[in-house]
């Protein structure tokens, strides 16, 4: 379907509200199964692209209901009336019906409630709208997180609006009902989420997950996954599925399935890997490695509220006649220049003679220079002063400077995230993250983390770990990269000791762009030599950071 398909509207509205039109083959695929009987009970509780009713009333017929009440068993809800106009006009088209509802999701009470206008369900299918917290706030917010609630569920203030609409609508399901919707993958993977993922452990007697190899929504940058549940009392394992593309969905056998059993607290990334591969991943981590957070806490660097005016080059400097006690060194913003394992002095130097912004104002509170007030000016006359965090900071020009890391953390990364010693001890911004060591740390850490970080257990921890964005960049907050695995302190200093030596030839090599045979480098001296892993165990796991990282890439 093209932008305008359906109701005409343009892409940006309806991005706004998170509707992105569902393939038919998903749909159909989710209406087959979810709709077992030709009396059943059909609610998609966001209804607008009418894919999902027209394959619920296909079911329906195909089981044998009678098309003079198809109004009494699919229904639909949405609050945009467009849409369910024109919904009503292709169900019609196919002479098929259902009864639809101008509304609020969260305003409609479940049967549970007093009022209720819908009967028990014995299907919920749908693909709810995905709008993040951003958008998804003020009242709409309160209703979602207050219906959530009413299921038992205490959903976050960063929950997407699809997290209520999942629970909200269960409400709706009689106990052996089915559930069949279509749910972004960062189900699976964000913290706001851990409400969702009890919940489908508890709520749920059978739980099957089917995702995809590729993006299923051109228009948007999210993967997908299917979440097929039913019955009731809480399950174990979940069965897991893994499709190329919808063309797959029609010959899918569940019976050929994986019986996972999903972490009862935490994100469930891992669930992509093979049993064999997961299997060992966890006792390989949990025998032999440690998270990050126990050699030092990641942290966020300076938040300016504006970089292209806080962060200055030498010539921006020179221009403005500001004093070297008027400005900080900083590691300049981004990542693109941390190539090796190393930052130093004669690094920073070098992108200062460059043009790179190696500077942040930092001028002191009272007694300005003629060039700190010409500078100053120059930021009023832009309205620098205006954006948010200059706004709520008192003087507006000067950005808090965090004290300089012992290690800089490469958070949003393409192929793997890095930790880089800040040999040249300067300040950061918040394109990146920092870690100060703990006094406990052992003083090898500093050198030896960076490097020993490109082992294959720890790029798959990213890769487990990690938040996955549209292009396929892998995003790690400093509550992700805290819990990321690292070689435990033992490992890490008898590692070490063999790879010292060698640091300058591997540092050369990451420069060069070379990092698969650092890579395998590494595995061999802390993997084998160090923590006495088979070839054949690291093998698995370099496959399954390769595999997991490949396909993050291809979205």
Known sequence: MTSRDLVGEPLQPRKARGAFFTPPAIAA?????AVRLPGAAVLDPTCGEAVFLLAAGRRLRELGAQDGHLDQQVFGIDLHQPSLDASMALLESEDLDAHLMAADIFGVPT????????????????????????????ESRRLSRSAALRQGVRLSGLSSSWAGVLIHACGFLKPEGRLAMVLPAELLTVQYAEPVRRWLRTRFSGVTLVMFEHLQFEEALEKVVLVLAHGSGGCESFN???????????????GDGVSVMPASEGKWTDLALPLDQRRLYRSVVAEHFVPLGEYGAPTLGSVTGANDFFALSEETRLRFDLTENEVTPICPPGSRHLKGTSFGTGHWRRLLESGERVWLLQPPAKNLSHGAERYISNGLRLGVDQAYKCQIRDPWWRPPAVPAPDLFFTYMSHRYPRLVTNSAKVTFLNSMHGVRLRAAAPKVARQALPLLAFNSATMLGAEI???SYGGGILKME????????MPNPEALQNAWVRLRDQ???????????????VVK???QVLLQETLGLDGNAVAVLREAAASMRARRISQ
């Open 521 to 523: 480098h590494v595995d």
């Open 503 to 517: 640091r300058d030839h591997l540092d050369r090599q990451l420069q060069d762009g070379v990092w698969t045979n």
């Open 111 to 138: 049967p549970a409630q007093f009022g209720c206008p819908l009967p028990d369900m014995d299907a919920v299918i749908g693909n709810p709208p995905f709008v993040r917290y951003q958008q998804h706030r003020g």
């Open 478 to 485: 400093p509550r992700e990269a805290t819990v990321l695995p």
């Open 465 to 467: 770990h990690g938040r």
């Open 240 to 254: 897991l599925q893994y499709v190329d593309s919808t063309d797959e969905l029609a010959a899918l056998s569940f």
């Open 29 to 33: 695929f989710l209406a087959d199964w």
